[in-house]
């Protein structure tokens, strides 16, 4: 019987991260032969050059696609999508996967979706049933709907996509395969490699040894105005405090360039001696530097789910994370300088938070590679209700 | 206070027709100001040219947007999506439309879902909650969930979309506003114009003041190699029948040579001394032809709708109308020759269907404009559980 | 050493008929890898899906790329341009070749040259050089000051790139690759196929023992408003003439329907009890079938190139070839259905005209493959005055 | 008679400071009316959003294109251009103009000139006939090829037009209209504004009283991963002069990113107390600062024509400006910081050059005007021999 192909489009650099261990299920898999097809901003250099990270991890990539439209407002998220819908439909229609999966909820993964599903290509969703209140939730629900098959992070997840109307036994709670990375250090007792010199980046180089902050902050597409300000609350608090402090570059995203230019423009005009700048990290280092961190500042979905997995406190800012379902593990605050900075207080106080398996296990790439083999290829589908 | 500028996409002469009353509404309603852009198989002349029609009915349209992709398969489904994104993204961005409105679920409405939703430019839905069972309805359902405001068609769809997680305050059950053309022609007494002389057309001419058929039928996208057999097995029933009919040609969708190539090769090999072929007709004309019909033949939602308000009999055939409530005029068969026969000469004997108000009262129009002036503009939203 | 990876993009029928030759010598050169991409109108039924052809005759196809947008204005052939480009560029980067191959001066060869000399992919172009006086020659020139090595087809031609300002070690006149095909059939005695069995096709089966004519008439671009008018008056001196005729449909350009419509509307109306119609022939049958007719009508090239160098008479009808080299098998008349038919009856009283090599003597094909192999790999140039 | 209406596309900065007085004459004149269409990296922040200064100097944008797609190889240049044409095909499509202009040689131009011939606009392309030996210069001949009318900047540039095969006719040398802005401050003694103030950008404020550098330097295509090792000699020897130096930006470009992190790099390493850094300048402005400074270094065209005719010293790097026809005000030196060093200590010796009229007198604006007014419209055009 020949390999059922699986098609997995990986538009991001945080995506890749997340799905890494089923990447490699499927790639192990005997049954399984996978597609990997790069496009969007893990090509891009500003953007953290995913693909070079996923070609170091020993993956052959079946397709490139260039698709990012440049522009300071919204309507190039919209463009980058409509350009991403016409190459991927080449892609797919060269390379005949069985299955197409696309992950999570990123404005370009809906090319994606479309794509496949007008294709006739039976599509599977990872992490789809969140919420999280802006033009993600819209899209990650929207995206449920084309999808044949849904492989949910939590039991919260697997309701909603259920009363999204989705047949439940479609319906998967695997747990998150980002939990999966977290699994594998989860019992690390300090840091396995010096950031610096393993990532080089920008600007002071504190000491880590007695304890040091990390910081992710994304803008906020629907408030892409507001990016700005935002980030400036989050730099003033961590410039006040002046304790040691790793900070990432954020990823593309309309507005995006609202908080770059704040973070540059805070650099001219500041000193900033406890703090080193990165651009990228690969995925099991970045879960290394949080495992090892008093606390992780800013709005990633890294604090929502793998920070609950492993424990660390979470200062999670404004409203990119607001309704999903957390661990102990996080103390929300507003875009307020003072509020972050009490927040970050409060956190090292309190001392390693609970572990949770909210998100799931650590198996969940293996799951979903188990279920792409077997499940029945169909593309058709109603409305259970 | 300046007026609101609303933004309407067409795609197709089926839509158009559906939807004129809302064009006429917000054109006459003084705190509103009309942007008609017309795309995709509107503009074509192997689909009807709509936009001939729209601008002899007076609308000014504000852009073109050819984006067609030609093509046997889905594949150029998707990528005529994917062309219209990118390039209504443009035209929104210098129209500036405060609401967009997209209409119903067919492929390339999402381009405009997606372009309006991505670019922060409230959503409004027509027609949204129906259930088909094809692509139609995973199209439908995912505009859903880009959505904003829903102007549902009847109370099943209400339902519906509620139950989708949207918010009850934005859903309204407005009838549809194809309904408002049939209540206007709902008390003729007579065919008011001659159908050959105003539409050309080819084929025999037959006597119609005996009684006719009216045939509609398009290709179900899923079963797109299926379409030219399909099309047959209503292409034998008509000829065996050989009573005076009238046949329209079927509308872009990816499957539509199959339908088209095998009429084209039937009339090659048969003699079809009852048939006259239209390419298409003004949606009022195409009213009154029903009303005085003996039975609609085929696919077309107008079957299932304007035909339950007017009491035309309606033999319906196949999976597309599948799950969309209906009134007591439908009769429903297979792809079957001896059924669709069988199923014709019942629904003569059966005279005049009762009219039903399912799918509204011919008001839709007034009251979708009503509300695209008074709604708040709004373009966050959330899942409602 | 490694191969030198060769892409030759197809865009339409008649070009891969031009051009099979240097395919098949590419293929067979044990140091070149073929990599064959095809696109636009070659892909699509209504224009006779040379892709069934390619793959019948062994090539195997490295990417397909649907870029051919609907419409019935010049608008269309502009986008599908822009398509074009989107998508080879990503199959370029892909692929990966040491040379890319673009055919002629069809508009949407364009897309081809602007994608590999933008990506410094060195570009050969393949008949540059010749003058026909409409959009094909803009593009055609146009291309030549993109391409970095030309393969020309005539003295001619050679001549005219060299003024063009291209460096004379650059330019090679191979002749003509479709003179090859000619070759392997010039001393064919008679016609060695039934075209209505092997081709189908539809309309009369006329007796073609004692001779026919055929017609080839495509519309030509920058009169597209004319080409119905055209096209009919050379269906009338056909229709008038009343001998056996084997017609074949024009491939697509803006302006094909009118062409197209045209047939459609004189079939209705006339019976033609003489006239067959085919879609589309294999090259090397077509040659077989002109070689073995009494006459060409129309204004395709190959009544300039093949009957020349097979001595087919040609009535060449409007301007399309107006001012290509031609031999004295050649009649040229206006768009006038007394001049044509004149012609016609001329030409055949005429017999057999001289053959001429003015195109080449039938081992382009193999020529080319030998200077793809040692030419240096190149994309710097500048104007040589 | 209705005035005739003149599309010009603008996509980059310093496009729209070289035909501004175009487009000021365009919009003055009574039988004129400019539709004015701003694409590309003209609409970009990060290469200094032109399309601010063109709104701030009066003019009225009658369409946006965003069209610029992200990357960081040659292959976002191909479908930037892709995307181009697919979308100005609409815009003129919708805006119907009766001629368009497209401006000189950047790779997206290209997409104008396209999109234009193809529909049969006439269309007049400013600028062709140089020589610069890379990519600019394939794209620059051929649109030249494409184009109706041939406005040049030079005497030898309308040769060169005529000797592609051009209809002298229709080659007009009328100069560049870069010349008529630096006309109007011809005359200027002194600098009229402070540049740190009414432009603010990064870095020092050195005094300019006595005299000053100015620096811009753009990537070269074909040499695109050289781009930082070039940028860094010129910043090694500006570096080792120290003197007040004004340094811009480099445009988009595949490459771009390598000047930009170059120069960004060079700056995080070492203090340049006597650098400042201007994203960008209303080209006016601009003209003055060359007026008054030293010497302009680096590759930009304004250094072989602007100043030519104001009589500025240059120091010409690398082979961008290759071939163009220069006067005695430039020395060329290659990518190395040496040579760069002693061409700035001569130049500076050397004192003011002599000014040339070499490009022109300063009314090419209104001459191009008068001729869009009175060209006969035509789009049929063949080669002259």
């Known amino acids: 019987m020949p390999k059922r192909k699986i098609a997995v489009v990986i538009t991001a650099r945080p995506s ?3 799905v890494k261990t089923v990447l490699t299920s499927i790639q192990k898999h005997p ?10 901003s893990a090509l891009l250099d500003r953007y953290g050059s ?8 020993g993956f052959e990539i079946a397709a490139r696609v260039f698709n990012v439209l440049e522009g300071e407002n919204l309507t190039a998220a919209a463009k980058t999508t409509g350009i991403g819908i016409l190459e991927l439909s080449t892609v797919f229609d060269n390379l005949k996967p069985d299955i197409v999966v696309t992950v999570a909820d990123r404005f370009e993964t809906m090319a994606t979706a479309i794509a496949a599903s007008y294709m006739n290509i039976p599509l599977a ?38 009363k999204l109307g989705e047949d439940p036994a479609m319906v ?39 304890g040091y902050l990390v910081v992710m902050q994304h803008p906020v597409t629907t408030e892409y105005k507001d990016s700005r300000k935002h980030i400036e609350a989050t730099l003033e608090a961590v410039y006040k405090l002046n304790k040691p402090t790793l ?34 990290m690969e995925g099991k280092d970045f879960l290394e530097l949080l ?15 793998e920070c609950a997995y492993l424990g660390v406190p979470v200062v999670n800012i404004g409203s990119r994370q607001n309704k999903r379902d957390r661990g102990n ?57």
Chains 1, 2, 3, 4 share one sequence.
Not at 134 to 152: G, M, P, W
Not at 177 to 201: Q, R, V
Not at 253 to 260: C, F, L, P
């Open 16 to 18: 890749y991260s997340r």
């Open 31 to 40: 049954e399984l032969e996978l597609q990997l097809i790069i496009a969007a």
């Open 50 to 57: 995913a693909v070079n990270y996923i070609e170091k991890d």
């Open 125 to 162: 969703h990872i992490q789809g049933g969140e919420v999280t209140g802006n033009i993600d939730e819209k899209v990650r629900h929207s995206i449920t709907k084309l999808a044949d098959y849904h492989f949910v992070a939590s039991e919260g997840a697997k309701e909603r996509v259920i």
């Open 172 to 210: 998967f709670n695997t747990g998150c395969p980002s939990i999966d990375l977290a699994k594998e250090i989860k019992s690390s007792t300090k840091l396995p490699f010096n950031p610096y010199e393993k990532y080089g980046g920008v600007g002071a180089q504190p000491d880590l040894s007695k």
């Open 247 to 280: 900070w990432f570059w954020p990823n593309v995203d309309a507005g995006a360039d609202g908080t770059s230019t704040g973070i540059r423009a805070f650099r001219e005009q500041h000193q900033l001696p406890q703090v080193h700048f990165f651009k990228n």
């Open 291 to 305: 495992k090892h961190s008093d606390c992780l500042i800013g709005n990633s979905s890294v604090g929502i789910r």
């Open 329 to 385: 593990n996080v103390i929300d605050v507003d875009y307020c300088q003072d509020a972050i900075e009490n927040a970050i207080l409060q956190s090292s106080e309190k001392g390693v938070a609970l572990s949770s398996s909210l998100y799931g296990n650590g198996n969940a790439g293996e799951e979903i590679a188990s279920l792409l083999t077997t499940l029945p290829l169909q593309f058709h589908k109603t409305i259970m209700y």
